[in-house]
T-cell receptor, first 113, second 108 residues
């Protein structure tokens, strides 16, 4: 089944404790991105990657890192999480940047205490 | 001016009625336009693309007005299952910009 998976789905952590949210897609997509969704603010892009080893900042990259060592994986790293990073995070992929359909993962709910 | 603007609503719609809403965008060089549907904090899913000539998919009609820089979505004969948030998405410069969404609540 074609899909985007994220892990963990739910996470409660404390300020400053490094964490990684994994994202994997099995559709051989080139384009992958991370979004956060907050009430009243909608979906905002954190980082995106147009292909392996190519990443770029989105609208709200501060406090986040990403890597794209393999085509299928695009982990999101929070080196030192803070409470303002409490949010719902979505990973998405598409065949390429021009492709119409973005396939979203199921989301990761993160609470930083 | 925000990149993509939508009136969040909610739009309370009697079952069987028609509802329509617009989304405005600020970048006149935007290349592609879409409507996504999102159910209660689940992942967004593509509902339909929006073409210059307008397009229809069953009870859903999308239109684009480049001169006034807005897109619209119309839902006819609303069903209870149409209750969701509809996200306007605009593509340009290798990235997507999302609106905050129009929340639709179909009432029995």
């Amino acid at each position: 089944e074609a899909q985007v998976t994220q892990n963990p789905r739910y996470l409660i952590t404390v300020t400053g404790k490094k964490l990684t949210v994994t994202c994997s897609q099995n559709m051989n997509h080139e384009y992958m991105s991370w979004y956060r969704q907050d009430p009243g603010l909608g979906l905002r892009q954190i980082y995106y990657s147009m292909n392996v080893e190519v990443t770029d900042k989105g609208d709200v990259p501060e406090g986040y890192k990403v890597s794209r060592k393999e085509k299928r994986n695009f982990p999101l790293i929070l080196e030192s999480p803070s409470p303002n990073q409490t949010s719902l995070y979505f990973c998405a992929s598409s065949l390429d940047v021009a492709q119409e359909t973005q396939y979203f993962g199921p989301g990761t709910r993160l609470l930083v205490l | 001016r925000k990149e993509v603007e939508q009136d969040p609503g909610p739009f309370n719609v009697p079952e069987g009625a028609t509802v329509a809403f617009n989304c405005t965008y600020s970048n006149s060089a935007s290349q592609s336009f879409f409507w996504y549907r999102q159910d209660c904090r689940k992942e967004p899913k593509l509902l339909m693309s929006v073409y210059s000539s307008g397009n229809e998919d069953g009870r859903f009609t999308a239109q684009l007005n480049r001169a006034s820089q807005y897109i619209s979505l119309l839902i006819r004969d609303s069903k209870l299952s149409d209750s969701a948030t509809y996200l306007c998405v605009v593509k340009g410069n290798n990235r997507l910009a999302f609106g905050k969404g129009n929340q639709v609540v179909v009432i029995p």
